[in-house]
């Protein structure tokens, strides 16, 4: 029996505007602030959180009464400090 013939398949070539470019040369690194920020955003604002909520208790102790006194606030601002790190870490390439 005759065996048949191979086809050779093209290769396929997507448009040019789809291919991917090579990375800009012009496009410079972030600066070492940008994550070093950012990490210290996110260690502050949890640990205002954590002593918030182990805190609520003893708002009868001086050092404690002026973060009682903020009440739901505290979480405004720990939350606050998080979505900032975040915010600063999308800038971060």
């Known amino acids: 029996m005759p065996k048949s013939q191979v086809r050779k398949k093209k290769v396929y070539t997507p448009p040019a505007e789809l291919q991917p470019r090579a990375a800009s040369s012009s496009r410079k690194p972030s600066p070492v602030w940008i994550p070093a920020t950012a990490l210290a955003l996110i260690f502050l ?22 973060l009682a006194s ?3 606030w505290n979480l405004a601002i720990g939350f606050g400090a ?12």
């Open 45 to 66: 604002g949890i640990l205002w959180l954590v002593v918030y909520y182990l805190t609520q208790g003893f708002a009868d102790v001086p050092a404690f009464s002026a």
């Open 82 to 93: 998080l979505v900032g790190a975040l915010l600063l870490l999308s800038k971060w390439h």
């Open 70 to 72: 903020l009440s739901y």
